[in-house]
């Protein structure tokens, strides 16, 4: 079992830029797939982004690929996620997942995941 604890949200302007950290109680985190999902007010929870333990290929969400970047820390146990040029419609709850073991086609799905994060409000202002 992994603890995450997200940090990094806040307000900002569109266009503007933030960083979320997750990290993880434990160092055998690395062992893990991470991952970033959000969920806005009276939405379904949504894939962002995902990043195996090798820490290569990441997968990206087609409404975040080209603005967001995933990425870890193993030796820090941190898990980040750089968001850039952020719009209106990227407001929600931001929590970061861990699992083992999950295939390519599950990365995308919340319930392949068994460890959650509390989440992170991001709030982008028009």
């Known amino acids: 079992h992994v603890q995450l604890q997200a940090s990094g949200g806040g307000l900002v302007q569109t266009g503007g830029s933030l960083r979320l950290s997750c990290a993880a109680s434990?160092?055998?985190?690395?062992?893990?797939?991470l991952a970033w999902f959000r969920q806005a007010t009276g939405k379904e929870r949504e894939f962002v982004a995902a990043i195996k333990p090798t820490n290569s290929n990441p997968f990206y969400a087609d409404s975040v690929k080209g603005r967001f970047a995933i990425s870890r820390d193993n030796a820090k146990s941190t898990l980040y996620l750089q968001m850039n040029s952020l719009q209106p419609e990227d407001t929600a709850v931001y929590y970061c997942a861990a699992g083992l073991g999950i295939i390519h086609s599950n990365l995308r799905i919340p319930s392949s995941y068994d460890n959650w994060g509390q989440g992170t409000l991001v709030t982008v202002s028009s």
């Open positions: 434990t160092r055998t985190s690395r062992g893990y797939t």
